[in-house]
């Protein structure tokens, strides 16, 4: 803290407002105390182009907040303690096919559980518990069957596990995961909500063509069972170039169906046949100096996009969506309730898009933590 000295003729702080100031600040940020995490897989056998494998994912954390934010009716003035952790475990293997490419698949487990007070927002309450199947899936890998294509230039999977489209900034599975939250209907996936302990769309259909250079292409139907995205089912084009001076692609995605009564909850009936676009180029100029870094996209209300150049070794040429800001489909939960994740920081401000970011946590700095449901300033 800064007091004025005699004949400087600089200002004098107030420390009261300092100490508000930061306290409010401090609130904003979550404090991740302690985290552990562990991902293992044993081989158990590998003969004759057959291997099994022992998996093994699993992480935890305690978390605390200064404050406690009112945001579903059930938290009050004062500061939230609160711990998460998830145990994934299963079983991967692959056989290969004489001449006809390979077979691979998983079988997995995940218990995901929150303990304490629950999250600072509410979201989850303390006394989650869930074991559920979290990747089940089969599918096939063409080898060199196809060499105009590339090494396995044909991948067929089906079942349930995590997908993404492209780098992900539109689709990296499902991970979204409430408690007990009383919202008007059963959204509780588990709790873990910060550790995103699920992650896997329920059923999918998914062809990729191409290998890992040159022209390439996926085909997928997905469907969510997460009810915070109104169990969303959508199909997905994309194509793309990939070369060592960057990437190029174009997608398309096109909303098939919802859940109607967790749609209007959430506000996502527009999702049923809603069509999204994105239009993506990524460059990577082989070092870090002048005019290179990493173009961040902030979305907006209607479709374009502004981005800012932040330091880094690639460079995301551009970036555009259609419906953008309050239509992408399947984006975290910080893109339409606000919960506790808030980071003043700068940096990290593009993770509740860009402006967004800055006037929610200009908003709760303003507000009384605990304050009633509905007497709060909603952020834009």
């Not at 196809?146 to 539109?170: C, K, Y």
């Amino acid at each position: 803290m800064c007091c004025e000295k005699a004949g400087t003729g600089r200002p004098k702080h107030n420390n009261k407002n300092m100490e508000h100031t930061m306290k409010h600040t401090l609130a904003c940020t979550l404090a991740l105390l302690f985290s552990t995490t562990l991902t293992q897989a044993h081989e158990l056998y590998n003969q004759n182009g057959t291997t099994l494998n022992a998996d093994l994912e699993a992480l935890f954390g305690v978390f605390h907040s200064d404050e406690s934010y009112n945001q579903a009716g059930n938290r009050q003035p004062g500061s939230s303690n609160w711990r998460e952790g998830y145990v994934k475990y299963g079983l991967s293997g692959s056989q290969a096919l004489a001449d006809s490419g390979a077979l691979y698949g998983a079988v997995n487990l995940l218990s995901s559980a929150t303990w304490g007070d629950g999250d600072a927002a509410g979201l989850t309450l303390g006394d989650e518990r869930r074991t559920a199947f979290e990747d089940l899936y089969l599918g096939w890998r063409s080898a060199n069957l196809f060499p105009a294509l590339g090494e396995d230039g044909i991948d067929l999977s089906g079942g349930r596990q995590v997908v993404t489209l492209g780098d992900g900034f539109l689709i990296q599975g499902d991970p979204v995961n409430l408690g007990k939250v009383d919202l008007g209907a059963n959204f509780d996936r588990g709790g873990a909500y910060y550790l995103a302990a699920r992650k896997a769309f329920d059923r999918t259909a998914v062809l990729r063509l191409g290998g890992k250079q040159g022209w390439r292409g996926d085909l997928m139907w997905l469907k969510s069972d997460n009810h915070y995205q109104a169990d969303t089912s959508m199909a997905v084009t994309n194509i793309e170039h990939v070369a060592d001076a960057g990437t190029i692609g174009l997608s398309w995605i096109r909303g098939l169906d919802v859940d109607q009564r967790y749609a209007q909850i959430m506000g996502l009936e527009h999702r049923d046949g809603m069509d999204t676009v994105s239009l993506r180029g990524r460059g990577n100029p082989g070092g870090q100096g002048p005019g290179t870094g990493r173009r961040i996209r902030h979305p907006r209300p209607h479709g374009r996009a502004r981005e800012r150049l932040v330091p880094g070794g690639q460079l995301d040429v551009f970036r555009t969506a259609l419906d953008a800001h309050r239509h992408l489909p399947l984006q975290p939960f910080l893109r339409r309730l606000r919960p506790a994740v808030l980071w003043p920081e700068p940096r990290l401000r593009h993770l509740v898009s860009g402006r967004g970011g800055r006037q929610l946590c200009r908003a709760l700095q303003q507000e009384q933590p605990g304050a009633p449901r509905g007497t709060q300033r909603q952020a834009a």
